[in-house]
């Protein structure tokens, strides 16, 4: 581990957890506890899981002009919005490809918050401060203003709302609401990267080990980065670096739902997205399963029946909740189809894959 790497308020908890620690993102963290990443899956999907996140980054936006300068950047139409929601989106270059997948917080109409993957933070800031020139608002990186805790699984709401505040169990998906924890102010938003239910923590970093510790005190796993790879990954979560980045643009990506092209504020990216939409995807990402007895990684190659290379595995694992090995691949989009099947070829091996439309995975409603 590099003397260099940024440690969030919560290392100590973690080394004394007994985590295995490494590097991600330029940030010391847990990949997974004593428990195992298979345990620690099975916890988030049985009952409730706890992760820090707090290397995920925040960028405010504060003045009369925030909504309009935020309506510029994401290709979402936050002006739908109200005060205490939140919204995912993308972010593009003027290309059209995906600069970064985030989600805006409406806090009041004065003050919005964007949160962005931890390694694009640095990347995002310039490229919002850039686009947004000019706009009537002040836009500040604030990540080290926060710690960011996310408690997921059916068991999760139920659990911080009995510690923060009974209210909190009333809030909507992709709502926000406050409460405390430990006498701890926190900023509960009820979003997630798990395909689970539950929430997500804005705590104040001296606070964030007094919140971790009544969680975790609740009988709530402590869970690393490897089970939050194999969650998202049977939720058919898309993953910046693996799965979408600059190259990608939002509809081959499968994430067209999020580009919204008359909201009355052009993105960035705008006419490259409406080229994109009107001509259609050259490429599509697409899920898969393997019919073999086979794991495929991220970097297997898509073949044809002459072994010729058309696509690339951007994302593969095994699927403990749902079984077997799954993935996403880009492939052409003449290719791409519900049920077709795919050869994937990893070290000189042929597996055979079928493609599946939708997450592995699907959350029973509550």
């Known amino acids: 581990m590099a003397e260099s790497t940024a440690r969030t308020p919560l290392f100590d908890a973690h080394v004394a957890l007994g985590a ?7 940030w010391s963290m847990p990949i997974q506890y004593p428990a195992g990443i298979l345990a620690e899956h099975r916890a988030v999907r049985e009952h409730a899981g706890i992760f820090d996140v707090s290397h995920m980054g925040e960028v405010d936006f504060r003045g009369a002009g925030a909504i309009a300068c935020v309506q510029r950047l994401v290709t ?9 929601r939140a919204m995912y989106t993308v972010t593009c270059n003027p290309e ?9 917080y409406r806090l009041a109409a004065d003050h919005l918050r964007i949160v962005v993957n931890a390694a694009n933070v640095a990347k995002d800031f310039a490229h919002f401060r850039r686009f947004g020139e000019g706009a009537d608002c002040s836009i500040d990186d604030v990540s ?12 999760a ?15 909507p998906s992709f709502g926000l609401g406050q409460g405390r924890i430990a006498g701890v102010a926190v900023l509960a938003a009820r979003t997630g990267y798990t395909g689970e239910d539950g929430f ?17 005190g609740a009988g709530v796993q402590p ?14 979560l898309s993953l910046y670096g693996n799965d979408i980045d600059e190259t990608t643009e939002p509809f081959g990506a499968g994430l067209g739902w999020v580009v919204k092209l008359d909201k009355g504020i052009a993105c960035v990216g705008h006419d490259a997205l409406v080229e994109f939409k009107r001509n259609g995807s050259a490429q599509k990402l697409v899920g898969f399963r393997v019919t073999d007895r086979a794991i495929v990684r991220e970097g297997a190659e898509v073949v044809d029946d002459t072994d010729a290379v058309i696509g ?6 095994v699927a403990p909740t749902v079984g077997g090995a799954v993935g996403m691949a880009w492939v052409p989009a003449a290719v791409a189809g519900a049920d077709a099947p795919l050869r994937l070829r990893q070290r000189g091996r042929i597996a055979l894959a079928q493609q599946v439309k939708g997450p592995f995975y699907r959350r029973k409603p509550a």
Not at 76 to 84: A, E, S
Not at 96 to 104: A, K, N, Q, S
Not at 158 to 171: F, N
């Open 20 to 26: 295995k620690m490494v590097d991600f993102a330029g």
């Open 76 to 84: 979402n139409d936050i002006g739908k919005l109200v005060d205490g």
């Open 96 to 104: 059209g490809g995906i600069v970064d997948d985030c989600i805006v």
């Open 144 to 155: 080290s203003s926060w710690a960011l805790l996310a408690v997921q699984g059916p068991a």
């Open 157 to 171: 709401v139920g659990i911080v709302a009995g510690l923060a505040g009974a209210e909190l169990a009333e809030v």
């Open 200 to 216: 997500e923590l804005f705590v104040a970093p001296d606070g964030a080990r007094a919140v971790w510790d009544a969680i975790v």
């Open 223 to 236: 869970i690393g980065l490897g089970a939050r790879d194999t969650l998202r990954l049977e939720a058919r």
């Open 312 to 317: 690339r595995v951007s994302s593969g694992g």
